[in-house]
């Protein structure tokens, strides 16, 4: 399957395209976090993601942030992340059980927080 | 929603974003067939239970930003088209979107059928979905 992209912002748009082999109904790798970072670049922040999911879209940014909490409440979800984190390598990342109505109150704040798919 | 945001919001630094990206409320997938060039739409997908849950997120974020808590950074959307090989890989695509799922409106799905039946070799069938990015900066 190949896909492809276009970003519209008021008049001015332009085209970019990421191929992908995998079936899938989410933007290909790399997609969300440019559109994010047109806003904030995730670069050495501490970022809190709610409704992380698999880490689909987490695993696309974590690389170049400092820290990362994505949270979700769908426990088989959250052991596929982690599975997926330990097969990554990826350190800055805790994957955790839960929604952001319970999420006790961190030692620092978050730079970014990020509602992916989940508002 | 609001009170997420809210929950949200004590997270952040001041000066800090939250950022949603979620489905386009109004830019409906649509659906195509591409061959040789040529773009023939077929028809846009229905999900009008989830299109109450995207109107109740705008309005979420609209309410914060009245409230003075964030204010608005910037809105940006943006497309992406998928490209299946024949029909059938249709119903794999739509069992891969978190419920409630969109469907084709009634004659949808045979109107797909026919125009696949006539199409030349080597056509495709275009997905375009669409999404939007808020940004909220917290004051």
Redesign the interface.
């Known amino acids: ?9 008021c008049q001015a748009s332009y085209d970019s395209a990421v191929t992908s082999t995998e ?3 989410y ?2 790798e790399g ?2 976090p440019q ?2 970072e ?3 670049s995730l670069r050495r922040k501490r970022v ?1 993601e ?1 409704g992380c999911g698999d880490g689909r ?1 987490t695993f696309q940014y974590a690389p170049r942030a400092l820290s990362v909490l994505a949270i979700d409440p769908d426990r088989p979800s959250i052991d596929e992340a982690i599975f997926q984190q330990h097969a990554r390598g990826l350190s800055n990342i805790e994957f955790r059980i839960g ?3 319970r ?1 006790p ?2 030692g620092a ?11 | ?1 609001v ?3 809210r ?7 001041r000066g ?8 386009h409320r109004t830019w409906r997938p649509a659906i195509a067939i591409v061959a040789g060039g040529r773009r023939l739409p077929v028809t846009t997908l229905l999900n009008p239970t989830f299109e109450v849950n995207l109107e109740a ?1 705008d309005l ?2 609209e309410r914060v930003v009245d409230e003075g808590s964030f204010a608005l ?2 809105v ?10 024949r029909p059938s ?1 249709m119903r ?3 069992e ?3 419920p409630p799922r969109p469907r084709f409106p009634r004659g949808g799905r045979a109107r797909l059928d026919a125009m696949w039946d006539s199409a030349p070799r080597g056509a ?1 069938i275009e997905v375009m ?1 669409s ?1 939007v ?1 808020n ?1 909220l900066r917290r004051r």
Not at chain 1, 109 to 119: I, K, N, Q
Not at chain 2, 16 to 23: A, C, E, K, N
């Open positions: 399957m190949n896909v492809t992209f276009n970003i519209c912002h079936l899938s109904a933007p290909g997609f969300e559109l994010v047109h806003f904030v809190l709610i879209l929604s952001i109505e999420l109150r961190p704040p978050f730079d970014v927080a990020l509602f992916s798919w989940s508002l | 929603m009170h997420a945001l929950r949200a919001g004590r997270y952040l630094r800090g974003m939250l950022i949603s990206i979620r489905p997120a979420a974020l950074a910037g940006r959307s943006a497309r992406f088209r998928s490209y299946l090989d890989q794999t695509y739509l891969l979107i978190n495709r979905e999404l990015v940004a």
